[in-house]
């Protein structure tokens, strides 16, 4: 089993770093929390910055495309 010799492929992990939306807002919240020995009463800004950059988040409407190898092998069948 694995992949065969000379088939086009791409790491997806190497691209997972791409999108990112609400990476600040949550090292924001979660560097509050440890400051403030787990006391989320006293991070509460950072808490409504977070949960609105997440509710911004859910609202985008996204079509799901497969993974990237997918798409690869799909367009090398044609080639052959």
């Known amino acids: 089993m694995g992949r065969k ?3 086009l492929y ?5 691209f997972g770093s791409l999108q990112k939306p609400c ?9 509050c929390l440890a400051l403030s ?3 989320d009463e006293k991070c509460v800004r ?3 910055l977070l949960s609105a950059c997440m509710d911004a988040q859910s609202g985008k409407n996204r079509t799901a495309w497969g993974s ?13």
């Open 5 to 7: 010799a000379g088939a």
């Open 10 to 14: 791409i790491n997806p992990k190497k």
């Open 23 to 31: 990476m600040k807002e949550m090292i924001s919240f979660l560097n």
């Open 37 to 39: 020995q787990k006391n």
């Open 46 to 48: 950072q808490k409504e």
């Open 68 to 80: 990237i190898n997918y798409h690869l092998q799909r367009l090398n069948r044609g080639r052959k």
